[in-house]
């Protein structure tokens, strides 16, 4: 069978539609553990991962690479990374991206970045000067791609508009906040990405495990993650439940009809989602091939609303 790729367009790179987030790589998930994460992945038809050098301050992206070259599958997968969130080279000055790209190049220990994420916008400096910076990344072969995280609406479309001014490489990608209990993103984001037909990854996918129907009170909170607590409630409930409905009508996990319900909204390529064991992993890849129905689909966006 053919593995199930989707095009970011105008690269010529393609993608699982689940991309792997390598946050807890070298921290919270130590190697051994990362590379179980890694290879279970890889099995289930994976080959899009993320990280950045920020995470761990390169910890993350060492273990990306150390698995990368063990593995000999540098060519057969596509690397996203970011800058701008390094505690010695942090925001998106000219010298900081031109020392950082090297540094998560060594670290990943490929000849290429596939996607190169501005992590988050960056005001102290001229935007024009952001986009020329990453435009002559593409230039020199370092990087295949330009991403933007953490972007407000205008800032991305006025960046695409400097990119055309001034003839130089485009973003083609951008990642920002958003899944089934973080919608803001289709206000604004979501049209910039249709007319401009951005590629899409979102992240913090299953709202740090909220939708992954394991945080439903304070002391599963306390246990999994304080940050889900938040969307405990009416809403959350109503969600949970909507999850639990489509998961049993499946018979997967709450995760895998989580991401299929990303999966299947407009302008999205390929969430971010992350997992700490080979099992949870086995829930995501899952997710690329759930068709979940337009009944289920509506009650999960009716339920979260
Ligand atoms: N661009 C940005 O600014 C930005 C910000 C945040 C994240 N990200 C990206 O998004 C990625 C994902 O973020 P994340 O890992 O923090 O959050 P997430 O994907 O929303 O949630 C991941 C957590 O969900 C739980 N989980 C996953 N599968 C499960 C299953 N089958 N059953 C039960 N629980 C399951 C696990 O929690 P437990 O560990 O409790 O089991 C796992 O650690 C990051 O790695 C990063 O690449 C980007």
Redesign the pocket.
Known sequence: MAPIRRAIASTGLEVFPV???????GR?TDRQQAFEVLDAYRSGGGNFL???DG?GDGA?ESVVGAWLTSRAAHDEFVI?T?VG?HSQLPGLRRENILAAVDASLRRLGGDRIDVY?A??DDESVPLADVAGTFSSLVDAGKIVSIGV??FRAERVEEWLRIAQDEHLHAPVAI???Y?LVERAYEDELGAVAAKQGLAV?P?????????????RNATQAE???E??ARYLGERGDRVLEALDTAASNHHV????VALAWLIAQPTVTA???????P??????VEAATLDLTPEELDALSAASR
């Open positions: 991309n792997l987030g390598g946050t807890p790589f919270s993320d990280t950045a995470y993350s996203a970011k969130k994420y992590h988050y995280s953490n990642q920002p906040h899944n990854m992240y913090w996918a299953l709202a740090s495990g909220f939708l992954a129907g394991v945080v246990k999994h993650s940050f889900a996990t709450q995760s895998t969430p971010v989602a992350g997992a700490r064991t099992e949870q992993v086995a829930g995501l």
